[in-house]
């Protein structure tokens, strides 16, 4: 089982915007429209940012938003904020044999 | 307020057995599938395993089954993993989490467990 790749860094200045990558295979990401997205403070537990592709818990501002095309999803986190500095994850259905993978984790520094 | 509370973490010597616990309330526990997840210090997150509401189906990452075991008790709004054979590779902390809409939408605080002698 491997996981979905990110990059290991983003960033970008206040007001920005930052696109984070999670490429996986036609066996997770691509076949499923079941892609979360995580983000992560440190010493925190993960938060749940998007579901469902691009779908967005209550309380999680509209500036997040989320896409997939084939085998890659994306999140993107626009009008950055000192707040958003945080690690993101995401996670992919695989199917029966390989129910939830992650990805290996993006840090977002605001500059 | 949804609140998951884990707890029976700690140092463990290697070969050893633990059982972690996690208490919910604020949601309806007995209509919600659960899960554990863990992540090694420093490192990124691994999907442990699933149970659906009434404990009858629980779903495991591959390299986990046989030494895990997910189980619940409604009665107390409580979900566990009993680990067995613990080995070093195990330190990890160790999230329990509502699964929900195929992601995981309210986690715990964690709780620690080292395997080491």
């Known amino acids: 089982q491997s996981a979905l790749t990110q990059p290991p860094s983003a960033s970008g200045s206040p007001g920005q915007s930052v696109t984070i990558s999670c490429t996986g295979t036609?066996?997770?990401?691509?076949?499923?429209?079941?892609v979360s997205w995580y983000q992560q403070h440190p010493g925190k537990a993960p938060k749940l940012m998007i579901y469902?592709?691009?779908k967005r818990p209550s309380g999680v501002p509209d500036r997040v938003s989320g896409s997939k095309s084939d085998n890659t999803a994306s999140l993107t986190v626009s009008g950055l904020q000192a707040e958003d500095e945080a690690d993101y994850y995401c996670?992919?259905?695989?199917?029966?044999?390989?129910?939830?993978?992650f990805g290996t984790g993006t840090k977002v520094t605001v500059l | 307020e949804v609140q998951l509370v884990e707890s029976g973490g700690g140092l463990v010597q290697p070969g050893g057995s633990l059982k972690l616990s996690c208490a919910a309330s604020?949601?309806?526990?007995?209509?919600?599938?659960m899960a554990w997840l863990r992540q090694a210090p420093g490192k990124g997150l691994e999907w442990v395993a699933n149970i659906n509401p009434d404990g009858s189906e629980t779903y495991y990452l591959d390299s986990m089954r046989g030494r895990f075991t997910i189980s619940r008790d409604n009665a107390k709004d409580s979900v566990y993993l009993q680990i067995r054979s613990l080995r070093t590779e195990d330190t990890d902390v160790y999230y329990c989490?509502?699964?929900?809409?195929?992601?995981?939408?309210?986690w715990g605080q964690g709780t620690l467990l080292t395997v080491s002698s």
């Open positions: 989490a509502r699964h929900l809409h195929w992601a995981f939408d309210y």
């Open positions: 604020g949601f309806s526990f007995k209509t919600s599938w």
């Open positions: 036609s066996s997770d990401v691509g076949g499923y429209d079941h």
């Open positions: 469902e592709v691009n």
């Open positions: 996670c992919s259905y695989g199917g029966n044999n390989n129910p939830y993978v």
